[in-house]
């Protein structure tokens, strides 16, 4: 079957479309089992205050330990999912998992779940939030759902009436990959959020690009108007992060301080943590 590929030309002649064919469908089959048997779950990766010092939240990034071929980047098979459907499944798996670790967790601490677009599609993402609120007992001001602009491209009514719905809940909403999508700035009128995610590639080298400087302080001015949060992804240096710190950013993220770790191992940091700040070294004795 002829089908569209990345760069929108039909891929039907070309040569290894078979090959990666293959792969898409031995990738379905082998997700299907690991749904089947409960094998993905939930690391957490840090999200720390820089006003504190403190891990104010953690990001549920997937994990599949894969029989063959060890751990699968969730960046190889969330497209897979994605196209399956499967991503409902996984989606809602990994919340409820990610809510019952993060009702555990020490303190306020926050715990930062990816959606899909298609999650919004199918039409029971409320019951499923609501079900895993319940189930864990996680007060919903610590539950942050994240989003990416691909999801607003369609300015859908019913995506509005969701956002807004979960947020009377309590839930809070963070943009992902910001400035990476091809939104218009239009829809930050339209669409309630709380945080917006600085997208990695803006933050990496940032010291050594002025480009990547600019746009990153308009980034950080344009959420300081708007008054929400924001956070810098993929923050792997100290000069990276006293850049940002000094331009007024709320948050960062990054193996700086830490990758998404297992969640005895991150609760092992959080309970370490008290009221003391996390310095990258901290994070590395935990490790
Ligand atoms: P994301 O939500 O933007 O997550 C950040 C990604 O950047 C994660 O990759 C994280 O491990 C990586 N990262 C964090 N700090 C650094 C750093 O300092 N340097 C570098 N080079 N990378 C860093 P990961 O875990 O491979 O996830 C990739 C993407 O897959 C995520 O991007 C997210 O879009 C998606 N994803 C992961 N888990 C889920 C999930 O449960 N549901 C959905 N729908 N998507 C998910
Ligand atoms: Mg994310
Ligand atoms: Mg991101
Ligand atoms: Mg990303």
């Keep these: 079957r002829a089908k569209k590929d990345s760069r929108g030309s039909f891929s039907f002649f070309e040569p290894g479309m078979d090959a990666r064919a293959q792969a898409r469908r031995k990738i379905e089959t082998d997700l299907r089992a690991a749904l089947r048997h409960d ?31 060890g751990m699968i980047s969730p960046a190889e098979f969330i497209p897979v999912a994605e ?35 298609l999650q919004f599609r199918v039409g029971n993402l ?70 917006i995610k600085i997208d990695q590639s803006f933050v990496r080298g940032l010291c050594d690009n002025r480009d990547s400087q600019a746009i990153v302080r308009a980034i950080i001015s344009l959420g300081m108007g708007l008054g929400v949060t924001i956070t810098a992804e993929g923050v792997e240096t100290e000069a990276e992060l006293s850049w940002l710190r ?17 969640n005895d191992d991150v609760k092992g940091l959080l309970d370490l943590q008290g009221s003391s700040p996390v310095t990258p070294r901290d994070s590395v004795r935990v490790a």
């Design 39 to 69: 094998v993905l779950r939930p690391y957490y990766q840090p999200l720390i205050g820089l006003e504190t010092g403190l891990i104010t939240g953690c990001e549920a990034l997937v994990r599949w330990p894969h029989p063959e071929r």
């Design 83 to 117: 196209d399956t459907g499967l991503i409902n499944a996984i989606g809602a798996q990994v919340l409820r998992q990610a809510c019952l670790d993060a009702a555990r967790w020490p303190g306020d601490v926050r715990v930062a779940v990816n959606l899909s677009p």
């Design 126 to 195: 409320m019951a499923t939030v609501m079900d895993a609120l319940k189930q864990s007992g996680l007060p919903p001001r610590r539950l942050e759902l994240e989003i990416t602009e691909t999801l607003l491209l369609e300015k859908s009514s019913q995506v509005i009436a969701t956002l807004h719905a979960l947020r009377a809940l309590g839930v809070r909403i963070s943009m992902d990959d910001f400035g990476t999508g091809y939104s218009s700035l239009s829809y930050l009128r339209s669409f309630p959020f709380d945080k």
């Design 246 to 262: 000094a331009e007024g950013c709320h948050e960062a993220q990054g193996f700086l301080f830490s990758p998404a770790r297992p």
